[in-house]
């Protein structure tokens, strides 16, 4: 009964923060259940059949966690049993989050009502989140330069816990390296390697042997430190068995690549026919600011998240295949995005110097991305300090039937995709 008052409070608060365009309610519902009853998320799921799916990593959660949902609700959609989902979708990662989203869809009784609970966590919670929800599988997809300080908290995973299923990113060395002490069932996925071979980027992260120390062998590089590779000298190697081929990929980049095999691979572990994966997938919607987009008076709008050097490097390369001409970059200090910018100097800015037409810069640290590009050696670009003139500026130098393509740090995009819908997303 006491839950009942927490569910109740928590739907008002979220109530409240969407009549007032305040945001989706998507942290606090969970963060006052939590301190009145610490243990609420515990005796929601003891009162539930529900299955829990985690997905970690440093770039990709959001994407991934959506791909999930959309394929496992898909599938059985014709069915009257078929399967219920829901998610985090705000891409509230904490525990808060985690439990904002059970209030959600939680039942008066205090249980949950549906099949699946797909949610993306922050990897320093995740040893946290785990503690109170026993998971059917957790799916970790990268570690980048912004998360390899946390690999200690990711690598108490593979130790403490033996009843799920680790889907790991064979890949990323560090992350394959978590199935080496796993007592789990540990799959693996990746990408088909044909056309992918890379120069080494300036954002490669993590070139070392996480069992020995030593420098590894790569036979090829997808990007960052992503790619084919061995150490020759304790003879950690890419794993063999590995999962690398959807039967479609809805959008666009190497690094969907990786979230939409991850994605694929835990419906087939679910038994997912690849008949319902593929038609589910080619309906599938980008989440908010990971290639969504807008339609703004007569142009279109698309906003690719860069939030360290390996997503920035594939945001470019992504626009650049897509024959981008007008480009709005966006770069903020605050929390969410980190307060050192120093990264932008690990961008290869270089290999795009001639690439855009009409590049547009703002940002809390407008200047230090301008100072950058001057670098790169960029000759058609303006810096503007304030986010609304700047966006202004953008679109109209943007024509009629032509993409605008916006690339945010985190809080930039939620800036700036407020400034174009008039809506907040937390």
């Given at each position: 009964?006491?839950?009942?008052?927490?569910?109740?409070?928590?739907?008002?608060i979220?109530?409240?923060?969407?009549?007032?365009?305040?945001?989706?309610?998507?942290?606090w519902p969970?963060?006052?259940?939590?301190?009145?009853?610490?243990?609420?998320?515990?005796?929601?799921?003891?009162?539930?059949?529900?299955?829990?799916?985690?997905?970690?990593g440093?770039?990709?959660?959001?994407?991934?966690?959506?791909?999930?949902?959309?394929?496992?609700?898909?599938?059985?959609?014709?069915?009257p049993?078929?399967?219920?989902?829901?998610?985090?979708a705000?891409?509230?990662?904490?525990?808060?989050?985690?439990?904002?989203?059970?209030i959600?869809h939680?039942s008066?009784?205090g249980?949950l009502?549906?099949?699946y609970?797909?949610?993306?966590?922050?990897?320093?919670?995740?040893?946290?989140?785990?503690?109170?929800?026993?998971?059917?599988?957790?799916?970790?997809?990268?570690l980048?330069?912004?998360?390899?300080?946390r690999?200690?908290?990711?690598?108490?995973?593979?130790e403490?816990?033996?009843?799920?299923t680790?889907?790991?990113?064979?890949?990323?060395?560090?992350?394959?390296?978590?199935?080496e002490?796993?007592?789990?069932?540990?799959?693996?996925?990746?990408?088909?390697?044909?056309?992918?071979?890379?120069?080494?980027?300036?954002?490669?992260?993590?070139?070392?042997c996480?069992?020995?120390?030593?420098?590894?062998?790569y036979?090829s590089?997808?990007?960052?430190?992503?790619g084919?590779?061995?150490?020759?000298n304790?003879?950690?190697?890419?794993?063999?068995?590995?999962?690398?081929?959807?039967p479609?990929?809805?959008?666009?980049?190497?690094?969907?690549?990786?979230?939409?095999?991850?994605?694929?691979?835990?419906?087939?572990?679910?038994n997912?026919?690849?008949?319902?994966?593929?038609?589910s997938?080619?309906?599938?919607?980008?989440?908010?600011?990971?290639?969504?987009?807008?339609?703004?008076?007569?142009?279109?709008?698309?906003i690719?998240?860069?939030?360290?050097?390996?997503?920035?490097?594939?945001?470019?390369?992504?626009i650049?295949?897509?024959?981008?001409?007008n480009?709005?970059?966006?770069?903020?200090?605050?929390?969410?995005?980190?307060r050192?910018?120093?990264?932008?100097?690990?961008v290869?800015?270089?290999d795009?110097?001639?690439?855009?037409?009409?590049?547009?810069v703002?940002?809390?640290?407008?200047?230090?991305?301008?100072?950058r590009l001057?670098?790169?050696?960029?000759?058609?670009?303006?810096?503007?300090?304030?986010?609304?003139?700047?966006?202004?500026?953008?679109?109209?130098?943007?024509?009629?039937n032509?993409?605008?393509?916006?690339?945010?740090?985190?809080?930039?995009?939620?800036?700036?995709r407020?400034?174009?819908t008039?809506?907040?997303?937390l």
């Open positions: 009964m006491f839950n009942f008052f927490l569910i109740l409070l928590g739907r008002s979220v109530l409240v923060s969407k009549f007032f365009n305040l945001g989706n309610g998507s942290t969970g963060h006052i259940a939590l301190s009145i009853n610490k243990n609420f998320i515990r005796d929601v799921l003891r009162n539930s059949k529900v299955k829990i799916i985690l997905i970690a440093t770039n990709g959660k959001t994407t991934t966690a959506k791909l999930i949902r959309t394929i496992l609700e898909y599938d059985k959609k014709s069915l049993a078929h399967w219920r989902v829901f998610q985090n705000a891409g509230a990662n904490l525990l808060n989050g985690v439990v904002s989203a059970c959600q939680a008066w009784d249980g009502n549906v099949d609970g797909v949610f993306e966590v922050d990897e320093n919670s995740l040893p946290i989140v785990l503690t109170y929800v026993k998971s059917k599988a957790i799916v970790i997809l990268n980048f330069r912004d998360q390899l300080d690999y200690g908290e990711v690598d108490v995973i593979a403490k816990f033996s009843k799920t680790l889907i790991l990113n064979a890949d990323d060395p560090q992350v394959a390296f978590l199935g002490k796993s007592k789990s069932n540990v799959l693996y996925f990746g990408i088909n390697p044909a056309n992918k071979t890379e120069k080494n980027q300036h954002a490669s992260d993590s070139n070392y996480p069992n020995c120390g030593e420098r590894l062998i036979n590089i997808y990007f960052s430190h992503l084919d590779w061995i150490c020759k304790c003879g950690f190697e890419h794993p063999k068995k590995t999962f690398t081929q959807s479609f990929y809805p959008l666009s980049g190497t690094y969907n690549e990786y979230n939409t095999n991850a994605a694929v691979l835990l419906a087939k572990l679910n997912v026919s690849n008949r319902a994966i593929e038609q997938l080619r309906v599938f919607k980008p989440a908010f600011g990971r290639q969504e987009i807008l339609k703004i008076n007569d142009k279109k709008v698309q690719f998240l860069s939030k360290n050097p390996a997503s920035f490097n594939e945001s470019l390369k992504t650049a295949n897509l024959n981008a001409n480009l709005l970059l966006v770069l903020n200090d605050r929390i969410p995005d980190g050192d910018v120093s990264w932008i100097w690990d290869d800015f270089e795009f110097s001639s690439q855009f037409k009409n590049i547009t703002t940002g809390d640290r407008a200047f230090d991305l301008g100072l001057k670098y790169a050696e960029f000759k058609n670009f303006q810096t503007k300090k304030n986010l609304a003139e700047a966006t202004n500026v953008a679109l109209e130098k943007t024509l009629k032509e993409t605008l393509y916006i690339l945010p740090t985190y809080s930039a995009m939620l800036e700036v407020k400034i174009l008039g809506k907040s997303i």
